[in-house]
């Protein structure tokens, strides 16, 4: 009853995983069929270096995700840990938007070889996260040069006060 929480992590996991491949294979099929089998008259070298380059960042996300959402076994094979929960943010939602995207551009750059424009999100979102972590570590304008008015300064020593003070706890007495 203790390892409740892992086996649910894990199926969870699993079952996030399972519909990631199947999307990435629809996705790849679609593109497979209609571009080289249908479209093939128009089908050049570019849209070969795509395929590689759609596949990479498949392959590249869901390895990630796989390997972070891997359960923990004991030597006998009992459950220890089921992975890392998938549907929290932070790494785990930039590399499913990643997958996202490329389904996006994949599908769309059969109507259009502009679509590939799209895929410029993601280097550019990395480059703003980038720099809001710099400005904030290097450039940080600091509270320590600031000039504090009267008012600001009255009600930060208030609040200083009633944090030094403690919680009162009132009890009923009858």
Not at 112 to 117: I, T, V
Not at 144 to 159: A, L, Q
Request: charged fraction near 25%; include cysteine.
């Amino acid at each position: 009853m203790a390892k409740q929480g892992a086996k649910k992590m894990k199926d969870e996991n699993k079952k996030r995983l399972d519909f990631l491949l199947r999307l990435i294979l629809a996705s790849n099929v679609i593109y497979i069929v209609v571009r080289m089998a249908i479209m093939h008259s128009s089908f050049t070298w570019k849209h070969w270096i795509g395929l590689m380059v759609t596949s990479t960042a498949y392959f590249l996300s869901y390895k990630q995700l796989a390997s972070m959402a891997k359960p923990v076994y004991s030597d006998n094979g009992e459950l220890l840990d089921g992975g890392f929960d998938l549907s929290t943010g932070g790494v785990c939602e930039y590399l499913y938007d990643v997958i996202y995207i490329t389904i996006f551009v994949q599908l769309m750059s059969i109507i259009s070889g502009k679509f590939w424009w799209t895929y410029l999100v993601i280097p550019a979102f990395a480059g703003y996260k980038v720099f809001g972590l710099l400005r904030g570590t290097f450039f940080s304008g600091g509270s320590e040069g600031e000039v504090e008015d009267e008012k600001t300064r009255k009600k930060r020593e208030k609040m200083e006060k009633k944090a030094s003070r403690g919680k009162m706890i009132k009890t009923r007495t009858r």
